[in-house]
């Protein structure tokens, strides 16, 4: 069985950290591994629209915004194909015929949509489209016979929902599609970066983020605001790890090597942790450090952007042409599926034999 990656994101604004590690970094080194047939990357416009219907143009402002990001961040045109959802309508239309295999309780039980229904109090207003939207990423993944999703950890229940409807399809109809795996990120605190300001989740509601496109001063300035621990107020003071931000982030990025470089008087994590536990390490030491870290791995990245800035129409043309050759695999996907689902009546002659039989045949000339 060929082994084929599908991934995207939702285009309501640029990319950030959180983003980053928990499932930007580690597309590129799957795309780079030459063990995948196909990685395909999405820009999840419609899904957005869900819960943004009634603001089109924030999404259609930030679609070259993700484009941008991915293309930053090293994925290659020439190895992934980058599509906009939007553009392939055989989504949609597999969705609907999904639709019959999933019921509203297991919908309404979904942990993600849950959560991200509570701050928006839709009570009875709830858009059946928002309610649904794990049926339509049922579709994107299934649609590519995906069988690997590289995600951040919010993102299993929609795995596990497309699980459920690939098996129902299967076992009602024909065995045709394939059930997906997620990737989650190696290290655990990459699966949910908190945001700079010590809270669950980087969120560009709650202004606590550090963006891909974030110049040098920028990304300087949030680390050196970012969330420590308020019970250390003393240089000398006993300091927490734990809840602790920078440490956080310094568990996700920091490498021993950045010791050798950038802070020489520690070996390694372990031992400037240590110094803070014990007392006498002040923050802005090792938020210095963790800025550099931050730094340097961010500076390619807006290098590269920097290059595609400067030529917008080819990026259009990469996420036009990319929607393209996505639409053909979609295309048959649907084809199968319809067949399975006997719904191919124009391509089915034993059909048309079969009422011709009953029909003709059997009235008098
Ligand atoms: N739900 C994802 C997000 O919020 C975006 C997405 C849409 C997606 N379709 C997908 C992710 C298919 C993985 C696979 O970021």
């Known amino acids: 069985m060929n082994k084929i990656i599908l991934t995207g994101d939702r285009p309501t604004g640029r990319l950030h950290l ?19 047939d196909k990685v395909l990357i999405m820009i999840a416009d419609a899904q957005a629209l869900t819960d943004n219907f009634d603001n089109p143009e924030k999404i259609r402002q930030s679609i070259i915004e993700v484009a941008l990001d991915y293309l930053s961040v090293g994925l290659d045109p020439s190895i992934s194909t980058l599509l906009i959802q939007s553009q392939i309508p055989e989504l949609t239309e597999l969705t609907f015929y999904y639709m019959n295999l999933v019921n509203t309780a297991r919908l309404y039980r979904n942990p993600t949509v849950k959560a991200e229904m509570q701050p928006k109090h839709f009570e009875a207003n709830l ?7 794990p049926i339509s990423q049922a579709a994107d993944i299934t649609a590519f016979k995906a069988t690997t999703v590289p995600v951040g950890e919010d993102q299993l229940p929609m795995i596990e929902q497309t699980r459920e409807i690939v098996r129902k399809f299967n076992s009602i109809y024909k065995d045709i599609l394939v059930e997906p795996e997620a990737l989650l990120p190696q290290k655990k605190v990459c699966r949910r970066l908190p945001g700079t300001d010590g809270t669950a989740k980087m969120s560009k509601s709650l202004g606590n983020c550090i963006y891909l496109a974030d110049t040098p001063d920028e990304i300087r300035k949030k680390v050196m605001g970012m969330f420590t621990d308020p019970l250390h107020i003393q240089v000398s003071d006993p300091g927490h790890i734990e809840g602790n931000t920078v440490f956080t982030y310094l568990d996700a990025f920091c490498e021993d090597r950045h010791f050798a470089q950038y802070l020489p008087d520690y070996a390694c994590l372990g031992e400037l942790k240590a110094h803070y536990q014990r007392g006498g390490l002040g923050d802005v030491k090792f938020k210095k450090f963790l800025n550099e870290i931050l730094q340097e791995e961010l500076e390619p990245v807006r290098k590269r952007r920097a290059i595609y800035e400067k030529d917008i129409s080819a990026v259009y043309e990469i996420l036009k042409s990319g929607s393209e050759q996505a639409r053909a695999i979609a295309a048959e996907t649907l084809d199968e ?5 006997k719904i191919n009546y124009f391509a089915d002659t034993a059909l048309i034999e079969s009422h011709r039989h009953k029909y003709e045949d059997e009235t008098p000339a």
């Open 18 to 36: 959180g983003h980053y590690v928990s499932t930007l970094k580690r597309r590129v080194t799957l795309q780079n591994s030459g063990q995948y």
């Open 127 to 133: 858009p059946a489209g928002f309610l649904c939207y």
């Open 337 to 341: 599926v319809k067949d399975a689902m």
